[in-house]
Structure formats: structure tokens, C-alpha cells
């Protein structure tokens, strides 16, 4: 065993290497330093267990090699604010931004669309030529005036800044102060200019400081308080996976306040401060928010996984282990009673599934939460990757993978094809830029950042689609009507 990890190991070096000889010398030392190989803990600690938080995190992308990341603007209309459903989001700036993240991330939401739910709308300021001269304070003044003529039931608004808004110097959160005072409703203006910081990661930040500053402070909504009451926080309800996850939490005995930004309305994140525990599923992009809670607050926060049913029951006993003894017990009733579809669902596809090899490289929590999933299927994680990920990512997911696993960070398009290449592996999850190239290689592909249009896949229900969708995915027959690349003659 340790002769095939050392094998593993210095393949996974070899491979690296060649991969950065096509750079030039500057950009082949940067980006050394974000591909790696996962490797064991330092001899002492209690549970052998791998680590890769040597790779470099969280920094620049090398111009040119066609980075995968997205914005600061992506990170917080497209995923923090834009799935709060009684909230009217503005993208203040040109409209291209807007209408790329117009409903792209498949956010369920309850209600009626234009009543109380906006999440299928898209609405923007339509910066033209002018604006940019001029300004657009008083445009976007008009744009929250007709909003407020248009959905009278709005809650409120966001302004989600386009890079143009940084450049000239809009003062928004000017024009929010006085609007709120004139149509008396919450109005939150988001620094969030695509151009700043290195990737979408720097918007959760700033979303997060903007929920700190503009929305905790407000009353809420009355409601009987409980000692069970939690909030779900970073769970965006891609597919109904938050839907999934209340479920759950519900059955166990425990009162789910808000859960948000999926499904959520502002009532619910003003309720927020009031719950006993904070439940934090994407720890990336909200994380912030919650150590605010616990500090301002108290509300201490924790993390949880329900991908796949041996982390949903760990999540579900650490969870029930911060409440009482009746909590904890119908925590094991509800692991007992899923039991039987868990066994159904192995019985079904684990020998179909057993033994493959699944690259990945998506954002959030992903790269590290969905491994267990695949390790319950008997699949196996040959390497595993994030697009935005901070030093603290990958320490966490030295807990989730094994040792000899390729670790890549911020990986280039180049990078990834030729990782696939040389490994092939029998499935990759990534991102809707990497399913087709991905696919034309001959090789399975599951879109895991909304699930390829299916879902949702947390919890119990959510592990049956999940195992039926890598079967359908991995077993299709399409994969032996024609040959990969490298597997047709001269």
C-alpha cells in the first residue's frame, strides 16, 4: 500500500511538472505553488488523516492563462444577495452583468413571482455612455422610486455596484439612506465591483459586511421564540437543497428560523440574531456573518455536511449534541428511519459505481463536502480543487480526503485538461465552462455548482438523486459509441 502511494505521488509530481513546462519561467514559480499533492499529517496526531494546506490560496491569477473564477459581483448578487426572494435586486451599472446572472444558479424559492418572490427577475440600471459621464445617482434614485410603483410588496431593495460604479464614483450609499427614508423600506447598497479582490470570494465578503451594517439591526418579524430555534446559513437551495436540509433539522425536533439566502426573505435574516445556533453549510461564503452573530450576538456558529449518510448522521448527532437529550434521541430515530432507502439506494448502485475515479474543481464547500458522497458509493476522489478557496478551505479538506490525492487551486482550463489527460478519470464534476470540453474528451461529466438541472442533493432524498445521477452520468452507453482522444489510432 505505501509502495502504491509513494508511486502516486511521485506520478502526481511528474505530472505537474510537465503540465508547468509550457509556461513561461515567471508564471510557472506562481503556479507551482497552487498545484500539489495531499500528504499525511505530521506523525502524533490522534487520526491519520491527509493535509494539504500547504497550497497557495487566495491570490492573484496569472494573466492569460484563462482563470475559471468569477467576480466580486458574482460573489455577491449572483450567490449571497440574489437568492433573497422578497428583496428586489438592482445591478447598478451596464446591463451585460445583470443579465449573465439573471437566475443562472437555479435558486428555488416559494411565493408568488412579482408579489413577494423576485428571484426570476432581473433588474438593472442600464448604464449607457451618459451615465458613465454624468454619473448615475439620480438614475438609480428613479430606478428604486419605479420599483417602488411597480411591487408595492417589496421589501426593499439592493444595489449590486457593476464595476463602472467604482470608476466614477456613484455614492450609493448615499441614495440608499435617502430613499429609505422616503419609501420607508430597507435599501442596501453593495460595494461589490466585479474588479475588486482576486475572485468572487472578496463579494461574500463584502455581501456579508452588508447584511452586518444594513439588515441585522432592523426589529424583524415578531415570532415565539423556542430553545430549539437555528438558523441554515450558506445554504442557496440550488435544486431544494435547503428544502432537503429543513426537513431534516425539523425532524429532529428543531425550529428552523431563516435559512438564507435560499428561500429567504428579510424578515428572516432580522430574525436571525435571535435563533440559539447558527448551522453553516458553506462556510466560505458566509462565514463572516456567523462570527459576527457569535461576537455582537452570541449566537455561536457551527459547521455541517449533508452530503451523502455517513456525514448527514455525524452532522445530525453533532448537531442534536448541542441541544438536549430528546433532540438527540430523535436525531438517531430519523438516522434509523432513513436507513432502510440508504441500504436500498447501495444495494442498487454501489457496484455499478464501485471503485471509479472522480476529479473536481468547483467553488464553496464542494471541493471538500461532496467527497463524501462519492467515498459512500465506494467511488474514489483522485483529485479535488476550488476556484476561490482561502488557507483555511484546505485545511478542511485535509479531513475529508486521502493521502496522495492531486490538490490543485485555482487550476487554468489548460491545467485541468491535461490533469483529465493524463489520469482520466471515469467522472468529472466542475463547472458549466468545463462540461463540454470535458465531454468532448470522452469522459462523463456531472455540473456540480446547480447540479446539471437536477437535485436537490442533500440529505437522505437528495443521496438517492445524487447516486442515480452519477449512474446515469458514468453507465450511459452514449461513452462507448465513440473513442476518447487518446484512444483513437495515428
Not at 12 to 28: D, R, T
Not at 98 to 105: D, I, T, V
Request: aromatic residues 10%.
Amino acid at each position: 500500500m505505501a509502495k502504491d502511494l509513494e508511486d502516486s505521488v511521485a506520478e502526481h509530481e511528474k505530472m505537474i511538472e510537465e503540465v508547468l513546462s509550457a509556461y513561461p519561467k515567471k508564471a510557472q514559480k506562481k503556479r507551482a505553488k497552487h498545484l500539489s499533492t495531499a500528504g499525511a499529517v505530521e506523525e502524533g496526531e490522534t487520526e491519520i488523516v491527509s493535509k494539504c494546506d500547504t497550497v497557495k490560496s487566495n491570490v492573484k491569477s496569472v494573466p492569460g492563462v484563462m482563470t475559471i473564477r468569477g467576480c466580486a459581483y458574482a460573489g455577491s448578487k449572483g450567490v449571497v444577495w440574489g437568492p433573497i426572494k422578497d428583496l428586489v435586486h438592482i445591478s447598478h451599472g451596464p446591463v451585460g452583468c445583470g443579465h449573465y446572472s439573471w437566475s443562472q444558479r437555479r435558486n428555488y424559492a416559494t411565493g408568488t413571482t412579482g408579489v413577494d418572490n423576485f428571484v426570476t427577475f432581473q433588474f438593472t440600471t442600464d448604464f449607457q455612455e451618459k451615465d458613465i459621464v454624468f454619473g448615475g445617482d439620480k438614475k438609480l434614485e428613479k430606478s428604486i422610486d419605479e420599483i417602488n410603483e411597480l411591487f408595492p410588496l417589496a421589501n426593499g431593495v439592493t444595489v449590486q455596484s457593476e464595476c463602472p460604479i467604482g470608476l466614477i464614483g456613484d455614492d450609493i450609499e448615499a441614495v440608499a439612506r435617502k430613499k429609505k427614508k422616503d419609501i420607508g423600506k430597507t435599501i442596501v447598497p453593495v460595494r461589490c465591483e466585479g474588479f475588486r479582490g482576486v475572485s468572487q470570494s472578496l463579494g461574500h465578503h463584502i455581501a456579508n459586511d452588508a447584511v452586518r451594517d444594513w439588515v441585522l439591526e432592523g426589529e424583524g418579524s415578531e415570532y415565539e421564540a423556542t430553545d430549539y430555534d437555528v438558523n441554515i446559513i450558506g445554504d442557496y437551495n440550488i435544486g431544494g437543497d435547503a428544502w432537503s436540509s429543513r426537513i431534516l433539522l425539523e425532524e429532529i425536533g428543531l425550529n428552523v428560523v431563516g435559512s438564507w439566502s435560499g428561500d429567504a426573505t428579510l424578515a428572516e435574516m432580522e430574525n436571525a440574531p435571535k435563533a440559539k445556533l447558527n448551522l453553516i453549510h458553506c462556510y466560505r461564503s458566509m462565514n463572516y456573518i456567523c462570527r459576527h452573530m457569535e461576537e455582537k450576538h452570541g449566537v455561536p456558529w457551527m459547521e455541517y455536511n449533508f452530503f451523502g449518510p455517513s456525514q448527514i448522521a455525524a452532522s445530525l448527532r453533532a448537531i442534536a449534541a448541542k441541544f438536549d437529550k430528546s433532540v438527540q434521541d430523535k436525531a438517531e430515530a430519523v438516522i434509523a428511519k432513513y436507513q432502510p432507502l440508504v441500504d436500498e439506494v447501495l444495494a442498487k448502485y454501489k457496484p455499478r459505481l464501485e471503485g471509479k475515479k472522480v476529479m473536481l474543481y468547483v467553488g464553496g464547500l464542494r471541493p471538500r463536502h461532496v467527497v463524501t458522497a462519492y467515498h459512500d458509493l465506494g467511488m474514489e476522489i483522485a483529485g479535488t480543487g476550488y476556484e476561490f478557496a482561502h488557507g483555511d478551505d484546505y485545511k478542511r479538506t485535509g479531513e475529508y480526503i486521502k493521502e496522495g490525492t492531486l490538490i490543485y487551486d485555482d487550476v487554468t482550463g489548460y491545467e485541468l485538461e491535461k490533469f483529465i489527460e493524463q489520469m482520466r478519470p471515469d467522472l468529472v464534476g466542475s463547472g458549466i465552462k468545463e462540461k463540454y470540453p470535458v465531454q468532448k474528451m470522452g469522459i462523463p461529466f456531472r455540473q456540480m455548482h446547480s447540479w446539471d438541472y437536477s437535485g436537490p442533493y442533500h440529505g437522505y432524498d437528495g443521496f438517492a438523486i445524487f447516486a442515480r445521477d452519477m449512474d446515469l452520468a458514468i453507465n450511459n452507453p452514449v461513452w462507448a459509441m465513440f473513442d476518447a482522444p487518446w484512444k483513437k489510432s495515428a
